[in-house]
């Protein structure tokens, strides 16, 4: 018995798009929070990143060749780190976007308050979001 192929709705098509937009959202907002986690000892900035980029090109000019190597990969790090990094105009931006979407995400997918709070999003943003602990 042969089954018959179903077209999509345009509801279903819109939801699933829906879905893929609010799904992006969450992602990019909860990628940020992981990247600015608190971790252990100082805390980088991109003027503290700048200044060792400096250093390093200094210590590079009398450097041996192993030190030159380690150097170079030290220069690489520290390029990708301060290009991921986020200004607070970007990070504002995605909170206002997550906001925006995280209930409806949230209803959708029976995620919880606590289940938010465990992965690092805030009581504050979640509040704004409509998510209470209840």
């Known amino acids: 018995m042969a089954t018959k192929k179903t077209e999509m709705t345009q509801a279903h098509k819109k939801a699933l798009a829906n879905g893929r937009v609010e799904g992006k959202i969450i992602r990019e907002y909860l990628e940020i929070i992981e990247a600015t986690k608190p971790r252990r000892g100082r805390k980088r900035t991109p003027e503290s ?24 990969q030290e220069r690489l790090n520290l390029r990708n780190e301060l290009a991921g990094m986020k200004t607070t105009a970007q990070v504002k931006a995605a909170e206002t976007k997550f906001v925006k979407v995280a209930k409806k995400f ?6 919880t308050f ?14 704004k979001a409509g998510i209470s602990a209840e």
């Open 49 to 72: 990143i700048a200044k060792r980029l400096a250093a390093i090109n200094v210590e590079m000019r009398s450097a041996d060749p192993v030190t030159k190597v380690r150097l170079v």
């Open 106 to 111: 949230s209803d959708r997918n029976d995620i």
């Open 114 to 127: 606590d289940a938010w709070r465990e992965v690092g999003v805030s009581p504050a943003v979640l509040k």
